[in-house]
């Protein structure tokens, strides 16, 4: 017995020392892995910095397209090329050098970890800079060109723009998943474990934000297969549409109820009920109806000769449908009935929002309730003194009684505020003498009378014809300005333009009455949704974001320039949904 036990322990020992260095061995493999992938990210975010960017920089400084345009589309991947070309990397490749004398990644890791919080604002701008690039190669002939030259080129591997983009967003989530695998070989009590669990703490915290835009652009390539399956059906390859559930399905007719097959695609916002098409390439199935979420209702029903029906009702169609078993029922039902209930949620948040405008806080509850703030983005001039801002010498600040956006001169006063238990913060000149009773040396005679463009752009558009975002322009070869224009119910023939919807001031007027209104003939700089007002020798140059809103300008501007009183027009649901807020009188 004595033998057994000394061999036993003798195996045991010998076992221990053979699976150490297999352990070294797949901890050197994954620090490896991780280098030869780094490099390989390095080189597209070269690509992508260095070679896309630059070019279309260089092109955008001729003046054949905005700056702003390449500027919202590569967003801050220019800090991340830098960080990772001259930090990370470098870092990683020394280390590998030394791995016999400093078997470690963790701390090289934890010390650069936060530095990947970067990544948050590439990921946050990652479906809006797809969606501009993707107007702008439409828009722009010499933008899709230099692309094009680009793509085509070795060093792109035959992949688009689009594909490199998206490197970024995955390369975070592949940093958590070999951090991962580095933690499961790495012994309890190595030195590196604490460094390790910290660097990966905080990479996951980064990947989660990844992983959300991830599974964006894989809907973005789900809504792209479906547009081709329908033969390039319209408003199918857009972020706000989100693909629920698909399948076949039989149909009852109204008249006979003899069925016949059908395809749906059940979407967020709208179900598309398709005929097939006996094609096993191209176009699969024809859309014979769109019948809108807004107001569907479904209704499981009963019929003898044909088993697991239910039926779809909606504002544009009443459907029968008729499903394989039970439970494939079962799963239709509740996927309208889920989709009905969220977007139901999700109208009515919408409505009350609309309404609100801006929610002011009244003299009366000045300061003992929090107000809400105007976003920075609904501004480009002071609230208070009608300054335009900018970023070095007149920034953005908030007024913690009012909401309102001011400048720095104006925003140089405190006052106790209630509701934030009567501490001292940062208020508006006005607000500040309206909480403390004081009285202002400096303040105007009153019934001074304002100037013609010294009318708020929420107070216009609450009670206007119409209003909403165009890109404006005097000259064809220069670049548009996106402004917030509107035409107001009290002042029927003139068109109002704001630098944006909060603004306390116009940037100017333009009295219609008299002017032509005309088609611009299209061009790379004037895509088909373009008109120009003319007069003379004064022309203004409109861009609207599609057909539809185009087309709802020119009804109220061509009443106007004759003289006649326009009528209200009334926005749909989906283009207030995503962000077109050409108004009605009653601010929605």
């Given at each position: 017995?004595?033998?057994?036990?000394?061999?036993?322990?003798?195996?045991?020992?010998?076992?221990?020392?053979?699976?150490?260095?297999?352990?070294?061995?797949?901890?050197?493999?994954?620090?490896?892995?991780?280098?030869?992938?780094?490099?390989?990210?390095?080189?597209?975010?070269?690509?992508?910095?260095?070679?896309?960017?630059?070019?279309?920089?260089?092109?955008?400084?001729?003046?054949?397209?905005?700056?702003?345009?390449?500027?919202?589309?590569?967003?801050?991947?220019?800090?991340?090329?830098?960080?990772?070309?001259?930090?990370?990397?470098?870092?990683?490749?020394?280390?590998?050098?030394?791995?016999?004398?400093?078997?470690?990644?963790?701390?090289?890791?934890?010390?650069?970890?936060?530095?990947?919080?970067?990544?948050?604002?590439?990921?946050?701008?990652?479906?809006?800079?797809?969606?501009?690039?993707?107007?702008?190669?439409?828009?722009?002939?010499?933008?899709?060109?230099?692309?094009?030259?680009?793509?085509?080129?070795?060093?792109?591997?035959?992949?688009?723009?689009?594909?490199?983009?998206?490197?970024?967003?995955?390369?975070?989530?592949?940093?958590?998943?070999?951090l991962k695998d580095y933690l499961k070989k790495l012994p309890e009590d190595d030195p590196d474990r604490?460094?390790?669990?910290?660097?990966?703490?905080?990479?996951?915290?980064?990947?989660?934000?990844?992983?959300?835009?991830?599974?964006k652009m894989e809907n973005l390539k789900k809504l792209m297969e479906i547009y081709e399956m329908l033969?390039?059906?319209?408003?199918?390859?857009?972020?706000?549409?989100?693909?629920?559930?698909?399948?076949?399905?039989?149909?009852?007719?109204?008249?006979?109820?003899?069925?016949?097959?059908?395809?749906?695609?059940?979407?967020?916002?709208?179900?598309?009920?398709?005929?097939?098409?006996?094609?096993?390439?191209?176009?699969?199935?024809?859309?014979?109806?769109?019948?809108?979420?807004?107001?569907?209702?479904?209704?499981?029903?009963?019929?003898?000769?044909?088993?697991?029906?239910?039926?779809?009702?909606?504002?544009?169609?009443?459907?029968?449908?008729?499903?394989?078993?039970?439970?494939?029922?079962?799963?239709?039902?509740?996927?309208?009935?889920?989709?009905?209930?969220?977007?139901?949620?999700?109208?009515?948040?919408?409505?009350?929002?609309?309404?609100?405008?801006?929610?002011?806080?009244?003299?009366?509850?000045?300061?003992?309730?929090?107000?809400?703030?105007?976003?920075?983005?609904?501004?480009?001039?002071?609230?208070?003194?009608?300054?335009?801002?900018?970023?070095?010498?007149?920034?953005?600040?908030?007024?913690?009684?009012?909401?309102?956006?001011?400048?720095?001169?104006?925003?140089?006063?405190?006052?106790?505020?209630?509701?934030?238990?009567?501490?001292?913060?940062?208020?508006?000149?006005?607000?500040?003498?309206?909480?403390?009773?004081?009285?202002?040396?400096?303040?105007?005679?009153?019934?001074?009378?304002?100037?013609?463009?010294?009318?708020?752009?929420?107070?216009?558009?609450?009670?206007?014809?119409?209003?909403?975002?165009?890109?404006?322009?005097?000259?064809?070869?220069?670049?548009?300005?996106?402004?917030?224009?509107?035409?107001?119910?009290?002042?029927?023939?003139?068109?109002?333009?704001?630098?944006?919807?909060?603004?306390?001031?116009?940037?100017?007027?333009?009295?219609?009455?008299?002017?032509?209104?005309?088609?611009?003939q299209r061009s790379v700089d004037h895509p088909p949704t373009s008109f120009r007002l003319r007069q003379?020798?004064?022309?203004?140059?409109?861009?609207?974001?599609?057909?539809?809103?185009?087309?709802?300008?020119?009804?109220?501007?061509?009443?106007?320039?004759?003289?006649?009183?326009?009528?209200?027009?009334?926005?749909?649901?989906?283009?207030?949904?995503?962000?077109?807020?050409?108004?009605?009188?009653?601010?929605?």
């Amino acid at each position: 017995e004595p033998q057994n036990c000394i061999l036993t322990t003798s195996f045991n020992t010998l076992a221990s020392w053979h699976q150490e260095p297999i352990k070294e061995l797949k901890l050197y493999k994954i620090a490896s892995e991780l280098l030869q992938t780094e490099r390989a990210y390095v080189t597209r975010l070269h690509l992508l910095d260095q070679v896309f960017c630059a070019k279309l920089t260089e092109e955008a400084g001729k003046g054949t397209f905005p700056v702003e345009v390449v500027k919202g589309i590569f967003s801050n991947v220019g800090s991340i090329y830098a960080f990772h070309s001259q930090f990370l990397l470098p870092d990683l490749e020394t280390r590998m050098s030394q791995w016999d004398s400093t078997p470690r990644i963790g701390d090289i890791l934890a010390q650069l970890a936060p530095f990947l919080r970067m990544y948050a604002e590439y990921v946050k701008n990652f479906d809006s800079a797809m969606d501009l690039l993707k107007q702008w190669m439409e828009r722009s002939a010499q933008l899709n060109a230099i692309i094009q030259d680009i793509q085509s080129q070795e060093v792109c591997g035959n992949l688009t723009l689009q594909h490199h983009m998206l490197e970024p967003v995955q390369r975070v989530p592949r940093y958590e998943m070999l951090l991962k695998d580095y933690l499961k070989k790495l012994p309890e009590d190595d030195p590196d474990r604490s460094q390790a669990e910290k660097s990966l703490n905080i990479i996951s915290m980064a990947a989660t934000h990844s992983n959300t835009a991830i599974r964006k652009m894989e809907n973005l390539k789900k809504l792209m297969e479906i547009y081709e399956m329908l033969g390039g059906e319209e408003d199918i390859v857009n972020p706000s549409n989100e693909l629920i559930k698909e399948g076949q399905i039989l149909k009852l007719a109204a008249r006979n109820t003899s069925s016949m097959e059908r395809y749906l695609f059940l979407f967020n916002n709208m179900l598309l009920y398709c005929v097939p098409k006996f094609s096993l390439v191209g176009q699969r199935f024809t859309v014979r109806t769109r019948v809108g979420v807004e107001g569907m209702k479904v209704l499981e029903t009963s019929n003898d000769d044909y088993p697991h029906t239910f039926q779809v009702s909606g504002k544009e169609r009443t459907l029968e449908l008729q499903a394989s078993s039970e439970q494939d029922k079962e799963d239709w039902i509740k996927a309208f009935q889920k989709t009905i209930e969220i977007f139901q949620q999700k109208n009515e948040s919408f409505k009350s929002a609309s309404k609100e405008v801006v929610d002011e806080v009244s003299v009366k509850e000045l300061g003992k309730r929090a107000p809400r703030w105007i976003r920075d983005n609904e501004v480009t001039m002071c609230m208070k003194c009608k300054e335009p801002f900018n970023p070095l010498t007149r920034r953005r600040h908030h007024c913690r009684a009012c909401g309102y956006v001011v400048c720095y001169k104006c925003s140089d006063y405190k006052a106790s505020l209630r509701y934030d238990g009567n501490k001292l913060n940062k208020v508006c000149k006005d607000c500040y003498f309206i909480l403390t009773g004081r009285v202002d040396a400096e303040e105007p005679v009153s019934g001074k009378k304002r100037g013609i463009l010294e009318i708020e752009a929420a107070q216009v558009s609450g009670n206007s014809f119409l209003c909403g975002f165009l890109q404006y322009s005097t000259d064809r070869t220069k670049p548009c300005q996106r402004v917030w224009c509107v035409i107001p119910q009290h002042d029927a023939l003139v068109l109002y333009l704001y630098g944006a919807p909060q603004d306390v001031k116009a940037q100017c007027t333009i009295p219609l009455l008299g002017y032509q209104v005309e088609d611009v003939q299209r061009s790379v700089d004037h895509p088909p949704t373009s008109f120009r007002l003319r007069q003379s020798k004064s022309v203004h140059y409109f861009t609207a974001d599609t057909e539809e809103v185009k087309l709802r300008w020119l009804r109220v501007i061509c009443k106007a320039v004759i003289g006649e009183m326009p009528e209200c027009q009334t926005p749909d649901v989906d283009d207030l949904a995503n962000g077109c807020h050409e108004g009605v009188p009653d601010g929605t």
